[in-house]
């Protein structure tokens, strides 16, 4: 991560435009917060990725907080290409005072070089091969994927430089990490699956109490404990070992898969 950051902030000095790739249900924990540092003089654009896992409303109070913020933030679906139109006219409009200088210096042809910018496993390399119509960076649902730094031409005008995910060296804070550990962002090796998948099963109670009766068939009393409504699920699910135990592995890692590909619903953990 130290080697990235060193090479990132060296790359700067080519780059006109950054374009932070951020996942829509997790704004907050989903930016490194270097890049604040990074985009001191530097136009900057915003894009909400996995805009169709995240809550509309939501969504729209995140775009709006970015405006006031004079931040343009568009959001995207990688994986359909939704809205990635919008992102390359947002670049050409932040880029039309910046190509004005260049052509009063002389320098005609230049193409404006932005920067993608994005922790592991946002869609970065996904949305960089939607724009380029074509597989120029590796993607996996895992984060970690992007090794090297690389430029790809978009059209006569934009050229982007892909970087590797960027994750601050150490996760002190605790509800940054349990967000992004419920979104995949941090590597299954790293955290305990049973008991995240009971904190997010717990958030979501408390705020999409009616998206988990309907996902799971079942009806949630006032107070009902967690730990109950998961065995109540697992019951439902057939997440049984010999002699009736419940088998905590299994509803953990379906709870948390259900909630990862949108079948609960569109969630937002965090807001503006």
Known sequence: MAKTKKQI??????????????????????????????????KKIIILNKSDLADENITTKWIEYYKKNNIPCIKVEANTGKGLKDVIKQIKIEGKEIKEKYLKSGRTGRSIKVMVLGIPNVGKSTIINNLAKRNVAEVGNKPGITKTKQWIKIDKEIELMDTPGMLWPRLNDESIAEHLAFVNTIGENAIDNEQISYDLLKYLVENYKEKIEKRYDIKIENGEEIIDIRDRIALKKGAILSGGRINEQKISDMILTDFRTGKIGRISIEKP
């Not at 902030?9 to 780059?15: P, Q, R, S």
């Not at 997790?26 to 001191?40: A, F, G, I, L």
């Open 9 to 42: 902030i060296e790359d700067l000095k080519l780059i006109d435009i950054i374009v932070e790739v951020l996942d829509a249900r997790t704004p907050k924990s989903s930016q490194n917060p270097d890049v604040r540092e990074y985009c001191k003089n530097k």
